[in-house]
């Protein structure tokens, strides 16, 4: 019986260290971590616990695919960080030096000869920030801007109101048919229908 056979699972690999077959696509993603059997299920299969640096669920696997070893395997060692390369450090070396400068002000540098360095130098042979060039900018629109507008002629006004097109008349409304008879009864629909082409004729 299953029953039977889940208990048998159950004193074999409960609390033991494995590993997985890693010729199984599905558990090709447990094969560099040690699995802990928590216990086994009524379906046979064991709850399993993996060493993963975030992963605390249990995972219920085949017992077929487990191995069973003495306890958990070594972390694999963090790679030694190798030293810079040559073309790692070119671009550093091709920055430059900026010894004496805030952060803030190597940033502007920067900003200002990747816009080609049109800005003319600020005082102490520093180039002006972005904000100082929109404000330059700002003030030269602003001064072309403050020319003489042309001056309107007096005969303009009367010229416009001249070209105007004269509004058109409004055509007196048309009276309105009666919608009930001399007795004050409402009329029908034909005799709306013959009224109208009386009227009309």
Request: glycine share 6%; aromatic share 4%.
């Amino acid at each position: 019986m299953s029953i039977d056979r889940a208990e048998e699972l159950k004193e074999k690999l409960t609390d033991k260290y494995v590993v997985v077959d890693q010729s199984i696509p599905e558990l090709r993603r447990f094969a560099n971590w040690t699995g802990k059997v928590k216990t086994v299920n009524m379906s046979c299969r064991a709850l399993v616990e993996f060493d993963g640096p975030v992963d605390i669920g249990w995972y219920d696997i085949n017992p077929d695919y487990l191995t069973i070893v003495d306890g958990p395997r070594p972390k694999a060692a963090a790679k030694a960080h190798a030293p810079a390369t040559p073309a790692a450090a070119k671009p550093a070396a091709a920055k430059p030096a900026a010894a004496g400068k805030s952060p803030l002000d190597a940033i502007r540098a920067q900003q200002a000869a990747k816009a080609g360095g049109t800005a003319a130098p600020a005082a102490g042979g520093a180039k002006p920030s972005p904000l100082d060039m929109i404000r330059k900018m700002g003030a030269a629109k602003k001064s072309e801007g403050e020319t003489a507008p042309p001056v309107e002629s007096a005969a303009a006004p009367a010229a416009a109101a001249e070209a105007a097109p004269a509004p058109a008349e409004v055509p007196a409304a048309k009276p309105a048919l009666p919608t009930t008879g001399p007795d004050g009864k409402p009329l029908s629909k034909l005799d709306l229908i013959r009224m109208q082409g009386a009227k009309k004729s």
